[in-house]
């Protein structure tokens, strides 16, 4: 019974562990993905319509190999409408996303975007009936106020515009719900295909309206890569709900923030200052707080259980 107490701990440990590092890896994809679009809509000055068809267009490409290892399996799903929700509100999440960049910087969008674990542990508890104990919430809290650190909302820049990407932080958080009431149910490779043969021909559209633009050269490169970083990122993603809890992992996207501070810095030469590394410093002691107290109260669980 100890013996089978101890390997069932082990198991729930490397669980919580496994979580949180597909996370953080996901974040560190996302932050080279952004990197990779900021080049080619800012220094490139692709349209960025356009370059949102092409980023899934060439993602969808490079998931084609799931759809070979699995064959029609890997589409086929008895949830289709729980997947064409779920990525309707990731699409509309983009727009308000891409809207509210246009209108603030992206350093205070970013932290904006990081309210979304606030929508994700509440529905987390109200869908997916999943436990939201204090410690949870306290550095889900945390986090937020390292956010509002680098926001400084009080601040005479501050504009109801700003909202936009809380907006797209709450579309963003009940796709994330929805893909997480789905790991239990359908294979990660189909949520991942799903999400991208889905998004090309939104993207598709948004792109036609705009005036569409075809990438040579450099660009075209760049969005072969960045259709690559586009299926890892989200693969690692759903990855990291399969894992462990959607509050559990939730609060590790908080680690978006230090990495594309780090991205923007050694690609762009940019170095913010002052608040940014607090509130930075904040969401980093949050997100390690959190797994170490995962663990130990899955220790105490299974030690009362012996």
């Known amino acids: 019974m100890k013996d089978m107490n101890q390997n069932s701990l082990a198991v729930s440990q490397s669980r919580a562990f496994a979580g949180a590092a597909f996370m953080v890896l996901g974040g560190v994809v996302f932050s080279l993905l952004n990197v990779v679009t900021q080049w080619l809509t800012m220094k490139l000055a692709f349209p960025w319509a356009s370059a949102a068809f092409w980023q899934y267009a060439f993602a969808f490409l490079f998931s084609l190999p799931f759809l070979r290892k699995s064959g029609l399996s890997a589409m086929r799903t008895d949830y289709p409408w729980r997947h064409i929700v779920r990525v309707i509100f990731a699409a509309l999440g983009v727009e308000a996303w891409i809207s509210g960049l246009a209108s603030v910087p992206i350093w205070q969008a970013i932290a904006l975007v990081m309210t979304s674990p606030f929508f ?112 890892v990122a989200q693969y690692l993603l759903t990855l990291a709900y399969a894992s462990a809890d959607a509050a559990y992992v939730q609060p590790f996207d908080d680690l978006k923030l230090p990495l594309n501070v780090l991205a923007g810095w050694l690609f762009f030469g940019y170095a913010p200052a002052g608040y940014l590394w607090l509130g930075a410093a904040l969401i980093l002691a949050a997100s390690l707080f959190i797994m170490r107290d995962e663990m130990r109260r899955e220790k105490g669980g299974l030690t009362q259980t012996a």
């Open 120 to 231: 994700i542990i509440l529905g987390a508890r109200l869908f997916l009936g999943e436990r939201v104990g204090p410690v949870r919430w306290a550095a889900t809290g945390v986090g937020f106020a390292g956010a509002m650190i680098i926001l400084q909302p009080w601040s005479d820049s501050f504009t109801w515009a700003a909202l936009l990407p809380v907006l797209s932080a709450l579309l963003w958080g009940a796709s994330s719900l929805i893909t997480k009431s789905l790991t239990g149910i359908e294979k990660p490779e189909t949520i991942t295909v799903w999400l991208l043969v889905l998004l090309t021909p939104i993207n598709g559209g948004l792109a036609l309206a705009a005036g569409f633009a075809v990438p040579t050269g450099t660009a075209l490169a760049l969005f072969l890569l960045a259709g690559l970083l586009t299926v």
